[in-house]
């Protein structure tokens, strides 16, 4: 049964199952999906399935999940060229249009839910790397995604199922 875990930028609350907890979208605010432009800063309203996760090895212990999981590697990127084939995918680094670099030194990328927003299949320009990620010890908004703290997104992550939804919501 999918499960629905609802983010809220007027409470700034992401709340489910066994959930509530304090989160932060994009600096550039919520936008409509469809209005969504790639470098915007803005995170798109609408219900994004959990597709996989990512975590860094080097920084933590695997957590148990029933998402795929992998260990994230010094080449791995993620494609935010509009016009390349591969917008809005994983990549190898090098690679040789503008990319996303996984293994981020900020830790904002220790654990990463990779979120099924533009994704299928990818429209070009409406927005890449939709991401439920760690979120700055500053509290500061992200680029276009949905933060909370570390340690909620590990007891997150252990309860997210495939197609299980986050709601971002005004």
């Known amino acids: 049964m999918t ?4 983010a809220s930028a007027s409470t700034g609350r992401l709340q489910g199952p066994n959930i509530d907890v304090p989160c ?12 969504k432009t790639e470098g915007d800063k803005a995170s798109p309203i609408g219900l994004w399935p959990a597709r996989r996760a990512f975590y860094r090895a080097d920084r933590m212990d695997q957590p148990k999940t029933m998402l795929v999981l992998d260990a994230i590697s010094k080449d791995d990127g993620w494609c935010d060229a509009p016009l390349d084939p591969a917008y809005n995918l994983p990549v190898r680094k090098p690679y040789p249009v503008s990319h996303e670099t996984l293994m981020r030194e900020d830790g904002l990328y220790d654990l990463v839910v990779v979120l099924g927003h533009n994704d299928d299949p990818p429209q070009p320009g409406l927005g890449s790397a939709i991401f439920l990620h760690c979120r700055a010890e500053d509290g500061r908004g992200t680029a276009g995604c949905l933060a909370i703290d570390r ?5 997150l992550v252990e309860q997210l199922r495939p197609g299980d939804l986050i709601a971002f919501e005004p």
């Open 151 to 155: 340690d909620d997104l590990v007891k």
């Open 3 to 6: 499960r629905t875990f609802k």
């Open 24 to 35: 932060v979208f994009g600096t550039g605010g919520l936008v409509d999906a469809q209005k």
